[in-house]
């Protein structure tokens, strides 16, 4: 039985990564931080059902010494690590913890790996955020970075020591650039959720209006069910490499509104106002990714669409909303997360 170890399990991509490799037959481990709040953080875990089958270890990914003692406890072949702080928006009131984070703790286990002699396979999850103020319509793996927050140059950084690591000491190291990536798990900070949480309140009479910043900003939008499959094709390769996953068709904000409130039988422009206080210090207009090496050489290719995205994540939160409210549903009770999380133990659009 092959182990994998995956920091950031608890968050959208940890999760469905999780059942992934499960479904394959892995024996799956997980970094967690202990926290307040670590029950919460597992529901994505309880929503999939696997709660119970991923094994979970205490550990910090900006404490080296605590990397150091779970990879020789565990000894996984594969390791994955998705942990970030991870909300573009915070980024820029907490740029230092955003460096720390996810720049400094993706060297904190690149370091540990390197240690403890581990022969293991590893992915990065870097983020298509590293482009941002890109001159190319379309971005592939040599488009040159030009990254508009603290997100993505802490990205930016982890990613060039991820190849640096690759180089210097022959790891197996491999990152994914990937594009926005969705689901009924994705937390309410992201304005997707935040998008179809406020469909289902209006829907239900629960709120009157939505509002949001730029809906003219324009992303690669794919389902992290897909993402998540391309993560672990990198890492059965024989040679190591960086690749970028998406879709190849950029939407915007404001088509995304026009969708979910259409599955419910409403009309976007009666509900969203542009809240100019939710718009971003330096914006991102529009990122479309390339991701013609990832099917030659990987043979990935996505297999959700936009509205098909779209309506799961407005259906699943109907049912949250009428379980919270009270109003009867037959799914069991499954809250997740409600406000920004330090997503070192989980993983933005604007």
């Excluded at 590293?130 to 603290?150: D, K």
Aim: aromatic content about 8%.
């Amino acid at each position: 039985m092959r182990r994998a170890l995956i920091t950031g399990i608890t968050g959208q991509d940890g999760a469905y990564l999780a059942q992934l490799l499960l479904g394959l037959g892995y024996e799956v481990h997980g970094l967690v931080r202990r926290s307040a709040s670590a029950g919460l953080a597992r529901s994505r875990l309880i929503w999939l059902g696997i709660d119970e089958q991923v094994k979970l270890h205490d550990g910090d990914i900006v404490d080296l010494a605590s990397l150091v003692r779970v990879l020789d406890r565990v000894r996984p072949q594969e390791i994955y690590n998705l942990a970030a702080q991870s909300f573009v928006q915070a980024s820029w009131q907490q740029p230092c913890l955003t460096g720390l984070v996810t720049g400094l703790g993706a060297v904190n286990l690149l370091e540990a790996i390197r240690i403890s002699g581990l022969d293991t396979r590893f992915y990065q999850a870097s983020s298509s955020e590293m482009f941002g103020l890109s001159a190319q319509p379309r971005q592939c793996e040599t488009t040159p970075f030009r990254p508009r927050s603290p997100y993505g140059a802490a990205k930016l950084y982890a990613h060039g020591m991820t190849v640096n690591y690759r180089e210097s000491y022959g790891l197996h190291a491999s990152s994914g650039i990937l594009f926005n990536h969705e689901s009924p798990l994705r937390g309410v900070e992201f304005v997707t959720r935040k998008i179809t949480c406020a469909v289902a309140r209006i829907k239900l009479g629960l709120q009157q209006k939505l509002r949001l910043g730029n809906l003219d900003a324009r992303r690669d939008w794919g389902h992290a069910r897909d993402y998540v499959r391309a993560m672990w094709l990198m890492l059965q390769q024989d040679s190591p490499a960086d690749y970028v996953i998406a879709t190849g068709r950029a939407r915007s904000v404001r088509e995304f509104c026009g969708l979910a409130f259409a599955y419910v039988g409403l009309d976007a422009d009666d509900f969203v106002e542009v809240d100019r206080g939710l718009l971003r210090p330096a914006d991102i207009d529009a990122l479309t990714g390339d991701a013609a090496k990832a099917k030659a050489q990987l043979g990935w290719e996505p297999t959700i669409g936009f509205a098909e995205i779209v309506q799961e994540m407005v259906e699943a939160d109907l049912r949250r909303t009428r379980e919270l409210a009270g109003l009867g549903s037959d799914r069991p009770r499954a809250c997740l997360p409600s406000k920004p999380t330090d997503s070192r133990s989980s993983q933005t659009m604007p």
